[in-house]
Every structure is written in structure tokens, then in C-alpha cells.
């Protein structure tokens, strides 16, 4: 890897020095004498404008940017885990993010789920006395460097009821995409950990979909940085109410 | 060594000024450089991508450190530089001997890594500005550096511009005593780098590499850098002591 | 007093001996003329000299210094050829400003004088100025030094004739006002002659004559007579040259010690020899001139 760097160093030396030969020998035909000083000084004086306006670019600040509002340490429920583990979804309240309210007099409710994202992880809660169904839907964020890339892009997901057959039909994915203009290396280097290792590597990382759902825990282990966005669809229905589905829906029941 | 120490610095001191000004176009190469790299910047340093549920996300990371490396070759190559025939016999047109000639590079190219060092680290506030206005990303998120930040930057990066001045120094003054170097040199420096290709993170090159930049602590940075640097430039005089002028 | 002292100096580059086993002294105050053909050790000498060669043997002091690498030697003198380097960032106006900064005697209105006398573009650049342009600057600036030891290594290269007279009159004319010791090299004796106090004469590295340019020119005579008198005459004698000008005619250059009375009774016709010539013969090969490498039949 180094040696790919340095590779590449030795090859733009060549080509800078060739470049400051030629520049050398143009320049003292352009431009004779001590005047080359204003140059620099001209140059010095747009960096330090430029210096200055930086700080007047909006959004800069960590604390204006929506994004950037996840607390470090704050535990994320794995939503895969919660209702198994804790038999409630309590904890998970905060990342409610849709709700739909039902009334229903059938005896069986029969869920269809389509649509261009998958949507599996279901619970169903069958303590209710109300002919009612809730449909509850929890999303958490999915996080990259302390970046909250779902909330406030999440896109809605559509759910209706039509007779016995409640269908939920998935969004299509918003694409987020964020700039982070990071600080120079030589702070980094004092100010970061392991700086080399997170950023010296050139190009794009695979990205990778969630699909491990073996945890022994209701919280999410922080992963490079990076933490998975997990989605429940959480259901409560009246006790009589039998529910079915298809074969690839992960359903849970809590009783 | 001359008899008079005032003597002595007084002459280093015109040298110096001497190559303040007769050097001067180096800076311009600097700054053709450094807007150069900030073009190349444009392109993201590293870009990370995930999908969950609703959302596809990319973090695209940018930085202007392409200036900064730009910034170290130039600090090398200058170094480089001035040790060749054009640059060194013009102390002799003037007063000089070769130890006062060496102080007086050694006093410039400090010079210059500070200059190149403040001007990488303030390319990135142009490349930022730059970045504002030219890209329409939906969300630009910066790390600003806060002003102590701000100096360890300015700082590191010297130091790191003055090391590849030492080393482009010595390379100068090797390849000046001999001109067998200029083979010499590069084969050794890509027989290290083929080893270091075989051998992976253990080998010579890779540890001399985070030696330096993988130290966390500023103090103990500033102690390596200003210690290899100080060697670098004293092996560089003491070689050249015996160097005849206009031969 | 001397301002240079030089003993048993040599010089080797890679194989070849620039300087063999030279000693010499020069007096301060004093204009001496270097001469020698191309690759004598002229250039070699006088950067001995100046500070910028290291000796290879022997011993050289100059103001009573080892000069190589000596800043009180570099401060004190000045070296000036066609090949001197001038940074290419600063116009011309900047290099004698330079020049006022290094050395201490440095007269600013005399090169300011000159630089304008001979309408040099205060903001044109050296390496872009003619050879002959260049050495015309070189010399302005050697001059302003006023260096106590000026060094010109064949300083008029390049330049036309006005020019160099105009050279050899503000040279003399500064020698006299401000006193100083010059070393001028040159190979042509017969231009410099008249403002010369001494001569050098160096070949293949060794010193041959080093005198006053006054007993120079009464060093030695040109004799030609018929073959057999001249031949009689100059038996187990030292002679400096002797050519076959006819079939039966012979021309012989040494030094002055015969009687010109005698010689007139014999027939042989005596002349004096310039001071450029007497180096010519001096420093000719032994083989013989170029009518002998070229024998046309």
C-alpha cells in the first residue's frame, strides 16, 4: 500500500520537476527581477480572504447541521433484537417514524408487503382489546463518522387497508449523499487515532447491506464508524385477530 | 572556522537576503503548484457507501492535502535545486565559502518550509471556498479547525516541508559531489520500495514512514523532525566542506 | 609586501597536472599580466588564487591565508571571467545593489558611471545579454568592487574593439586613483602591454619568467644571418627559438648577451622582440612551428 503511495509520489516528483525546470527557465523571460515577490504576496493575500470568507460559509458548524445531531455515545436499539430481548419496544420509541390507526371487524388479517425495499422484520402484538389495527413503523438511522443519513430523509411508506389485507408498500431509497471536507492531514495526525489506516486508502469501499440479525444484545455494536439502519414494522392487533403472512416475513409475536 | 563569529553571521545574514531575492521564483512554482492541487482536489480522498432501510447513503470525503504533498515534493525538489552549478556559483560571484553558503541555504530553506507550510495549510480555506461554490452536493458538512488546530497544522506541515528540504539537500549535495548519486540514489530508493512491496509493514521504509507520520504527539514530532532534519543538513555541510567552486 | 605567496604549487585534475611545482610571489599594488597559451594553468592559477580550487600539493597564501574556502580571502578579492554566474531573478540594476551589499570598498557611483556610459538597460537580465555584453557587466562589476585583489581572467572576451580599449583605459585609470593589486590573464600580450607592471609567463603549468615588463622588453634579440655564421655564433649557447628561413638563411631569438658590435662585423642583422612575440617563441613546442606539422611538398 505504502509502496503504491510512494509510487505514486516519485511519479508527480518527476512531473513537478520537470515542471519547476520549465517554469525556471519561461519565467525569467516573462517576468525579470523582484517583481515575482508580488506575485507571492498577491497570492498570500487571496488565501487569507479566502481564510476569512471560509468562516462565513453556513453549515460549517457541527452544531446548525441537522445531521450531525447524534450523540456520540448514545445506544441505537438494534430493532432486529429489541422486541425479542426485551419483549417490548419501549426503548425504541424514539425512532418511531410513521404511524397508521385502522378500524377493523374481520377475524383474520392477511399482510402484504411489497415494494423496493425489503421489509421483514415484523412484530405483532396481540394484547388488544380495541377493533383496531396500529401500524407502527421504527426505523433507526443509519450513521457514517457520527452522520445521521436517515432522519429528516426518510421517504414515506405507504400503508392501506383494504378489507382483510393490509398492504405496506416500501419507499423507494432516498440517495444521500454528504461532502466532508476534512481537515488537513498533518492535525489529523495529532488529533485522531489511527488517521493512516481510515483515510490513506484511495477509492471506494464496497458498501454493504445489513443482513446479520445474530445479536446478543438490543443495542448495535459501532462498526468502523458505521452503524446500520434496522427497521420494524410493528403491529397491534386486536387478541382475536389471526394474522398471516407470506414465507419470508420474520414475524414476531408478543403476547 | 573564520576567526570573526560576527563576521562570520553578518556575511551568512547578507547570503541569506541574497537568496531571499534571487530565489524568489521558486514561489511562484509554489503557488502554480498548490492551485494545481487544489484542481486535482476535486475528486474525493475516499468515498463510503451504505444502504438501509429507505435511504442510500454516501459520505464522500474531500481534502486539500493533495496541496500538502504537492507542498513536501516542492520543498524537496527546491532543496534539490539549489545545490546544482546555477544556483551554488552564485554565492561565489559574491562572497562566500562553503560552510557560510550552507548556513545561508540551510537559514532559506527553513525560510521556505515555513512560508510553503502556511500557504498548504491556507489552500484548503481557498479550496473550501472553491468547493462552496462549485459543487452542488446537497450537504457539505466541514471539519473547521479551530485556531490551535489551525497552528499545529501550520507547524506540522513546516516541520514536514523542512525534512523533505533536508533530504532533498543532502540528495543535492550527493549527486553534486558525485554524479554516480544520480543513478545511486534512485536504485536504492526503489530497491526499499520493491522490498517494502515483499516485505510489507516491516520493512525499513515503511517503518522510517511511521516513524514520522504516525507519531500522535506534537512535542515528540517536533523532537524527531528538527533532530533528522539538523542531522541531515550538518552531513550535507560536512560533505560539501571540501567542494571546489567554478571548477 | 606580498599579497600573494606561492610555493612549489601544483595542481591535478582526474590525470592531468594543471600547475607543476609553480612558486612565484606578487607585490601588493601591482598590475601583473598572466600569459600563457590556452591550457597553460592560467584560469587554473588564478582560482587557486581566488579561493575556489583547492591546491593539490604545495603551498599558497594569499593576504597571508590558505585561500581556499577563506572568507576573509573571498571578501577581499574578486574574481572576473566570461563565465560568471549571476542569479537569473535579478535584473542588472539588482546585481550591483547585491554588489554593494557584499563587499565593503564597493563604489556605487563609479559603477553607476560606467553602467551607464556603456547604456546597459538597468532592468535587463545577464543571461540574456550578449558574450560581449556580459563581460563588459562582468568587468563594471569587478571594477566597483575595488576588491584589494581584482583577479580579470581573460576579461575581454567577446567584446569589440572600442570596448576593450575603453576597458584597458578605465582599468588603468581606477589602478591609479585607488590603488590595488590586479591580476589580468590574458593571450594577447600586445594588447595589455602598456598598462602592465609585471609579467607572468606560464607554460604547461610551470612558471617561466616572471619580471618587470620593462626588462621584458629588453629580455632578448632576434638575430638572422647566413645559416653557417648564426650556427657558429650560437654554439653551446642558450637559444629561445631558431627557425630556417631560407634555404641557407637562419633566424635564432635569445637572450640579450652578445655585443651587437660583433655581430654587425659578421654580417648578421640584429632586432628587438616585442614582448608578445618573446612569449610566443618562449612558449612554443620544441618540435617546431606549423610549417614543420604541415609539410607540404
Known amino acids: 500500500m505504502i509502496s503504491y503511495i510512494v509510487m505514486l509520489i516519485l511519479i508527480m516528483a518527476g512531473i513537478i520537476a520537470l515542471f519547476l525546470i520549465f517554469f525556471r527557465y519561461i519565467s525569467s523571460k516573462i517576468m525579470p527581477g523582484a517583481r515575482h515577490r508580488w506575485l507571492l504576496i498577491g497570492y498570500v493575500t487571496i488565501l487569507l480572504l479566502a481564510f476569512g470568507i471560509s468562516y462565513t460559509i453556513p453549515g460549517n458548524e457541527i452544531d446548525k447541521n441537522d445531521r450531525l445531531k447524534i450523540v456520540h455515545d448514545q445506544d441505537i436499539p438494534n430493532l432486529y433484537a429489541v422486541p425479542e430481548f426485551t419483549g417490548s419496544i419501549d426503548i425504541a420509541q424514539d425512532y418511531l417514524t410513521d404511524e397508521w390507526t385502522f378500524?377493523?371487524?374481520?377475524?383474520?388479517?392477511?399482510?402484504?408487503?411489497?415494494?423496493?425495499?425489503?421489509?421483514?422484520?415484523?412484530?405483532?402484538?396481540?394484547?388488544?382489546?380495541?377493533?383496531?389495527?396500529?401500524?407502527?413503523?421504527?426505523?433507526?438511522?443509519?450513521?457514517?463518522?457520527?452522520?445521521?443519513?436517515?432522519?429528516?430523509?426518510?421517504?414515506?411508506?405507504?400503508?392501506?387497508?383494504?378489507?382483510?389485507?393490509?398492504?405496506?408498500?416500501?419507499?423507494?431509497?432516498?440517495?444521500?449523499?454528504?461532502?466532508?471536507?476534512?481537515?488537513?492531514?498533518?492535525?489529523?495526525?495529532?488529533?485522531?487515532?489511527?488517521?493512516?489506516?481510515?483515510?490513506?486508502?484511495?477509492?471506494?469501499?464496497?458498501?454493504?447491506?445489513?443482513?446479520?440479525?445474530?445479536?446478543?444484545?438490543?443495542?448495535?455494536?459501532?462498526?468502523?464508524?458505521?452503524?446500520?439502519?434496522?427497521?420494524?414494522?410493528?403491529?397491534?392487533?386486536?387478541?382475536?385477530?389471526?394474522?398471516?403472512g407470506t414465507e419470508d416475513m420474520n414475524i414476531f409475536f408478543i403476547d | 572556522m573564520p576567526s570573526n563569529m560576527n563576521n562570520y553571521f553578518a556575511l551568512v545574514k547578507k547570503q541569506y537576503k541574497f537568496k531571499l531575492k534571487a530565489y524568489v521564483s521558486v514561489f511562484n512554482s509554489l503557488i502554480i503548484l498548490q492551485l494545481l492541487a487544489i484542481l486535482f482536489s476535486f475528486n474525493p480522498t475516499s468515498s463510503r457507501g451504505f444502504g438501509g432501510y429507505g435511504v442510500d447513503a454516501s459520505l464522500n470525503n474531500y481534502s486539500a492535502n493533495i496541496s500538502i504533498v504537492f507542498t513536501f515534493l516542492w520543498g524537496f525538489i527546491t532543496a534539490f535545486i539549489i545545490t546544482t552549478k546555477a544556483y551554488r556559483e552564485d554565492d561565489f560571484t559574491f562572497v562566500s565559502n562553503n560552510q557560510s553558503q550552507g548556513m545561508a541555504n540551510i537559514l532559506y530553506l527553513l525560510t521556505i518550509s515555513f512560508i510553503g507550510g502556511i500557504t498548504a495549510i491556507l489552500s484548503g480555506y481557498l479550496y473550501h471556498v472553491m468547493f462552496y461554490f462549485t459543487t452542488n452536493t446537497s450537504e457539505i458538512y466541514t471539519q473547521t479547525m479551530t485556531l490551535t488546530e489551525l497552528f499545529i497544522a501550520i507547524v506540522a506541515t513546516s516541520l514536514f516541508i523542512l525534512f523533505c528540504c533536508a533530504l532533498g539537500y543532502l540528495a543535492g549535495i550527493l549527486v553534486q559531489l558525485h554524479k554516480i548519486f544520480g543513478i545511486i540514489l534512485p536504485v536504492v530508493f526503489i530497491g526499499l520500495l520493491m522490498f517494502n512491496g515483499i516485505s510489507g509493514g516491516d520493512s525499513f521504509l515503511a517503518k522510517t514512514f511511521f516513524f514520522y507520520f504516525q507519531e500522535g504527539n506534537l512535542v515528540i514530532f517536533i523532537l524527531k523532525i528538527t533532530i533528522t532534519s539538523s542531522l541531515l543538513f550538518l552531513l550535507s555541510i560536512s560533505l560539501f566542506r571540501n567542494k571546489e567552486a567554478r571548477v | 609586501m606580498n599579497v600573494v605567496e606561492i610555493n612549489n604549487l601544483s595542481k591535478v585534475y582526474q590525470r592531468n597536472k594543471a600547475l607543476d611545482k609553480l612558486s612565484l610571489t606578487i607585490k601588493t599594488n601591482t598590475i601583473t599580466g598572466v600569459i600563457g597559451r590556452n591550457g597553460a594553468g592560467k584560469t587554473t592559477l588564478l582560482k587557486l588564487i581566488a579561493g575556489y580550487l583547492k591546491e593539490s600539493t604545495g603551498e599558497i597564501n594569499v593576504f597571508s591565508k590558505r585561500p581556499f574556502n577563506n572568507l576573509i580571502v573571498s571578501s577581499q578579492s574578486v574574481f572576473i571571467d566570461d563565465n560568471m554566474y549571476f542569479p537569473e531573478s535579478l535584473t542588472l540594476e539588482e546585481l550591483l545593489i547585491e554588489g554593494e551589499r557584499f563587499y565593503e570598498n564597493w563604489d556605487k557611483a563609479f559603477a553607476k558611471a560606467l553602467f551607464d556610459y556603456f547604456s546597459f538597460d538597468p532592468r535587463a537580465i545577464h543571461d540574456h545579454l550578449s558574450k560581449g555584453r556580459q563581460s563588459t557587466f562582468n568587468m563594471i562589476f569587478g571594477l566597483s568592487t575595488r576588491a584589494p585583489l581584482t583577479i580579470f581572467d581573460e576579461p575581454t572576451t567577446g567584446m569589440d574593439v572600442s570596448v576593450r580599449k575603453d576597458f584597458y583605459r578605465v582599468l588603468l585609470k581606477d589602478y591609479l586613483a585607488y590603488p590595488r593589486t590586479i591580476l589580468l590573464s590574458s593571450h594577447h600580450l600586445d594588447e595589455i602591454e602598456h598598462l602592465l607592471e609585471n609579467v607572468l609567463l606560464i607554460d604547461q603549468g610551470r612558471h617561466l619568467l616572471h619580471l618587470p615588463i620593462d626588462d621584458l622588453k629588453e629580455y632578448a634579440v632576434g638575430m638572422t644571418g647566413e645559416k653557417t655564421k648564426v650556427e657558429e655564433l650560437i654554439q653551446g649557447k642558450q637559444i629561445i627559438y631558431k627557425e630556417n628561413t631560407d634555404s641557407n638563411m637562419m633566424f635564432v631569438v635569445m637572450k640579450r648577451n652578445i655585443d651587437p658590435q660583433v655581430l654587425k662585423q659578421v654580417g648578421i642583422s640584429v632586432k628587438p622582440i616585442r614582448p608578445s612575440d618573446l612569449c610566443v617563441y618562449l612558449t612554443k613546442d620544441s618540435k617546431g612551428g606549423i610549417d614543420d606539422a604541415l609539410k607540404y611538398e
Open chain 1, 103 to 244: 378500524d377493523f371487524d374481520e377475524e383474520t388479517l392477511h399482510l402484504e408487503i411489497f415494494g423496493e425495499d425489503m421489509l421483514n422484520n415484523i412484530a405483532i402484538e396481540t394484547t388488544k382489546e380495541k377493533q383496531t389495527i396500529d401500524v407502527n413503523l421504527y426505523v433507526t438511522p443509519s450513521i457514517l463518522n457520527n452522520i445521521d443519513f436517515t432522519t429528516g430523509s426518510l421517504p414515506k411508506t405507504d400503508v392501506t387497508l383494504h378489507d382483510n389485507v393490509l398492504t405496506v408498500e416500501t419507499p423507494s431509497r432516498n440517495h444521500v449523499e454528504v461532502s466532508q471536507l476534512q481537515k488537513p492531514f498533518p492535525v489529523r495526525q495529532f488529533t485522531e487515532s489511527n488517521y493512516l489506516n481510515v483515510d490513506i486508502e484511495p477509492g471506494f469501499s464496497v458498501s454493504e447491506e445489513v443482513d446479520d440479525t445474530s445479536v446478543d444484545s438490543p443495542y448495535i455494536d459501532m462498526d468502523g464508524g458505521r452503524i446500520f439502519s434496522t427497521e420494524l414494522l410493528y403491529l397491534k392487533v386486536p387478541a382475536n385477530v389471526k394474522v398471516t
